[in-house]
């Protein structure tokens, strides 16, 4: 499901101003979940406020550390201001490293990022994205309800 910029679906409401961040996050991930089958995520305030609290704390060192929490999460960091297109698309990049017969990455390659991206039952998606304080980096992260990347199971 794709939406044009600036609009998100009729009686869709969300406490974050940045309407189109959030048409970007989640045409990034719908995009990538319609190409193995799996239906569209949604946008969570509830879980975008975890995020947004979150990617708060880690302004300080902009260190790639997850945060524990009851989530599912991605996260990601530059040293330019990329879009929250460019944050999804360094998670999806790794769909070639994911061997589905298997349900295994790959060739030493990761690709937790990606499976958590298309997790089927992942259905409620909340991202955030600030800048680091003592490098200037910027630091991204998507939290997926409920979580993925469960061992054992395949994502679709």
């Not at 193995?36 to 300080?60: E, L, T």
């Not at 297109?85 to 490293?97: G, I, Q």
Request: with cysteine.
């Amino acid at each position: 499901m794709a939406f044009p910029p600036g609009k998100l679906p009729m009686g869709f409401t969300s406490n974050y101003t940045d309407v189109t961040a959030i048409h970007d996050y989640l045409n990034a991930h719908n995009q990538a979940r319609a190409q193995v089958g799996v239906g569209p995520i949604k946008w969570s305030d509830k879980v975008a406020a975890y995020a947004q609290n979150y990617a708060a704390q880690r302004a300080n060192d902009c260190k790639l550390q997850l945060s524990g929490g009851p989530y599912g999460e991605n996260i990601a960091e530059a040293s330019w201001n990329f879009s929250p297109t460019e944050a999804v698309k360094m998670w999806v990049d790794e769909k070639p490293f994911y061997d589905y017969g298997s349900n295994k990455c790959v060739g030493g390659h990761d690709c937790l990022h990606y499976t958590q991206v298309v997790w089927r039952k992942s259905v409620n998606l909340g991202c955030a994205k600030v800048q680091c304080k003592n490098n200037k980096w910027f630091f991204v992260i998507c939290n997926y309800d409920p979580p993925g990347n469960f061992k054992g199971e395949r994502p679709y």
